[in-house]
Each structure stands twice: as C-alpha cells, then as structure tokens.
C-alpha cells in the first residue's frame, strides 16, 4: 500500500522461479516488465507463494539449496530483503526419521484464514502455517497414512504438489501427489481418503487403482468447490461431487498427457491446459507449444499460440503457470527453455516478458496496490 499520503496504483506482479534463482517483475500493462533478480543465485526455486491477504503482499519461496538445503523464505517488500528462519521453516519431527528434500508447493488459504499457509513437500508431506509461512508444522494425518509406503516418485520426485483447501469449508482440504493420486480430508487434515475413482493408471497392472495414479495438477472451480479438473498422466478429468468421481475431459485436446491445470479465478468452466506428447517425447505437439482454454467445463477446448514462438521443443512443467485475479485474467507460463509468456486477454494473445533464463519450474501472478 502507499504511504506518506501518495495514491496507490494497480501494479501487476510476476514472480518466477528457475534451476538458478528467482526472478520477480513488476507491471503497469502485463505486457511490459521490469525484473530484478536473480534471487538466490544457484539456488533452485521450485515454488512461490503470493500472499496478498489483509492489503499486505508476502511473497514465500521454496528454496533448494545443495550446500544447505532446502527451506522456506518469505520478503515483505517485494525481494529486496528477505527472512528465513534461523532453524529452517519446514522441519520434520526426530520420530520420523526423515529430512526435506524439496518444497514443491506454497499455498495461502482463503481470505478469511488469515495467517494460514500451506506447503506440499518431498517426500510425500503436508506442513501447515498459522503465522504466515515462517513456521510449518507436518500433517501426522498424512504422514502416518496406511497407503504411505506405497506411494510412489514420480519422474521428478516423490512430491505432495497440490494442496487445495475448500473455500467453502475449513475442514475440506485436496491434495494431489506424485505418485498417489488426490487425497481429501474433511476433517481439517485429521485423516484423508483416496479420491481417485474414474481416474485412470494404464502404466500400472490395475487400471482403475484406488491410489497410486500419477497425477500432475488439480485446480479448483471458482464458484463451485465441489468441482475440481486434475491433468493426470495420460488423463484430464473434472469432478464435480468434490472428488467422489472423475470423468474424462480430454476430447478435442491433442493429447491427454502435460503437467499444468489453471482454473479462472471468477467464472466458472473454464480452465486451462497446455498439452504435451507423451511418454517418450515429452515436447510440445509436432514442436507447436500452445494452450488450450475450455470455457464449458471441458466439452470443447480452443487453441491458443498467438504471440508463442514456433517453434517450440520445450515443456511446460506443472507449476511453471499461473492466473491472476485481474479482468480479464492474466494467463502466464514459462519454458524449461527458459521464456515467460503472458497474456492480459485470458490466453487469446501472448507476449514474451523474459528469456533465456535457467528451466522454468514455478511461476506465480497476482495483482497488488504499492
């Protein structure tokens, strides 16, 4: 907010994070940025949290570094100076007999839950803030799970990738991982399920598993909680009984294999996806990189590449893509090629805001009052 009597303005900001840093932009246009960075030098930054609520801006880091290992770091005044805690945010318990090897996901609950943060993490955990992301505390509910020792590393680790609490309910929370499938809790994270019915796992011996499914990203519908879409492993779904069933929404995309799945942050139906050839490819279709938007819950789905670069051999990893809350909404992705795109008309048109960067691994939007 401004201060010493000055007007605020409406200012865009942009963090992504890559193998080597972070790099945070701020915006009058979406369309036109200025960067600072890199952040964390050599450190790896595979998520980002922006924390907007109570008309203050946090933005929280999952850094990784080789030397020290990983922790969470939080700047109030948008990087230039930044806190860790002095024990490390994120800890696990000497009973476990583990230790953290990556944040993979940072998530500020709903407007009303001032203060709560949560963090998916590897291996396989759930860690829940009350003091705005500086102090964590493990989920015993998941980690003591009976399905935990069969759940699998995916390809880029064993990672709890999404957390989705309900913003209708407190005691309503998704989580997705890799491998394992989506998880619910209804009990404020006291005990979780598997919710993986209709979704399916054709790499492993039962098709139609109760968990285990490889799934890449879940987003949630604005305006109907109980409506989720999941980009799977070969699959994309939406539910909507809050998880109870998954239905098919692949048809009209070119494959049903790629990593990210943004909902938009007011209507409802529509989301976005951006297709990748699957499972020994790994690049874009025919080297096109493009998203695809539905704006009816998945019954057709429109192409979008105005303004991306063809063409385009790099992928676009699960968290590496993000909305804002602006109107229209921002859509925004970067590369393992190292570019960042974004587009102020939901998708219809992209500009390049940044290149040549280290691979793209997380990249976060919001709009904020400076």
């Given at each position: 907010?401004?201060?010493?009597?000055?007007?605020?303005?409406?200012?865009?900001?942009?963090?992504?994070?890559?193998?080597?840093?972070?790099?945070?932009?701020?915006?009058?246009?979406?369309?036109?940025?200025?960067?600072t960075g890199p952040h964390f030098l050599m450190h790896e930054i595979p998520s980002v949290?922006?924390?907007?609520?109570?008309?203050?801006?946090?933005?929280?880091?999952?850094?990784?570094?080789?030397?020290?290992?990983?922790?969470?770091?939080h700047s109030d005044d948008l990087g230039e100076t930044w806190t860790e805690p002095e024990n490390g945010a994120i800890t696990f318990p000497p009973d476990t007999d583990a230790a953290l090897e990556r944040v993979?996901?940072?998530?500020?609950?709903?407007?009303?839950?001032?203060?709560?943060?949560?963090?998916?993490?590897?291996?396989?955990?759930?860690?829940?803030?009350?003091?705005?992301?500086?102090?964590?505390?493990l989920n015993?509910?998941?980690?003591?799970?009976?399905?935990?020792?069969?759940?699998?590393?995916?390809?880029?680790?064993?990672?709890?990738?999404?957390?989705?609490?309900?913003?209708?309910?407190?005691?309503?929370?998704?989580?997705?991982?890799?491998?394992?499938?989506v998880y619910r809790s209804t009990d404020a994270g006291s005990s979780w399920e598997p919710r993986n019915k209709g979704i399916s796992a054709g790499f492993m011996p039962d098709a139609e598993p109760e968990f285990g499914q490889c799934v890449h990203k879940v987003a949630r519908d604005p305006n109907v909680p109980e409506t989720l879409y999941a980009q799977n492993h070969h699959g994309v779904y939406r539910t909507d009984d809050n998880g109870d069933t998954w239905n098919s929404i692949a048809e009209g995309l070119p494959t049903d294999f790629g990593f990210t799945m943004l909902t938009h942050p007011r209507r409802s139906g529509t989301a976005w996806v951006v297709p990748i050839m699957a499972d020994s490819e790994r690049i874009p279709p025919g080297g096109q990189?493009?998203?695809?938007?539905?704006?009816?819950?998945?019954?057709?789905?429109?192409?979008?590449?105005?303004?991306?670069?063809?063409?385009?051999?790099?992928?676009?990893?699960?968290?590496?893509?993000?909305?804002?809350?602006?109107?229209?909404?921002?859509?925004?992705?970067?590369?393992?090629?190292g570019t960042v795109y974004a587009s102020a008309d939901e998708g219809n048109s992209f500009v390049p805001v940044l290149s040549q960067l280290p691979d793209v691994l997380c990249v976060r939007a919001a709009v904020v009052e400076l």
């Open positions: 907010m401004a201060t010493n009597g000055e007007l605020s303005k409406t200012t865009y900001l942009l963090a992504v994070g890559t193998k080597k840093g972070l790099w945070l932009g701020t915006s009058a246009d979406r369309a036109n940025y200025t960067f949290g922006i924390d907007t609520r109570n008309n203050h801006t946090r933005i929280l880091v999952g850094v990784r570094s080789e030397h020290w290992g990983p922790t969470v770091a993979w996901q940072i998530q500020p609950d709903t407007e009303d839950r001032a203060g709560v943060v949560w963090a998916g993490c590897e291996p396989i955990s759930v860690w829940k803030s009350t003091d705005g992301g500086e102090h964590f505390e015993r509910g998941l980690w003591d799970h009976p399905h935990r020792s069969e759940w699998g590393a995916g390809f880029g680790g064993a990672a709890a990738h999404t957390v989705l609490p309900s913003p209708a309910d407190p005691n309503t929370i998704h989580i997705a991982m890799s491998t394992g499938g990189l493009a998203v695809h938007r539905t704006d009816d819950a998945g019954a057709s789905w429109t192409r979008l590449a105005d303004g991306l670069v063809e063409p385009e051999f790099n992928v676009v990893l699960r968290d590496a893509a993000a909305v804002d809350t602006e109107e229209p909404a921002g859509v925004y992705f970067g590369t393992r090629g």
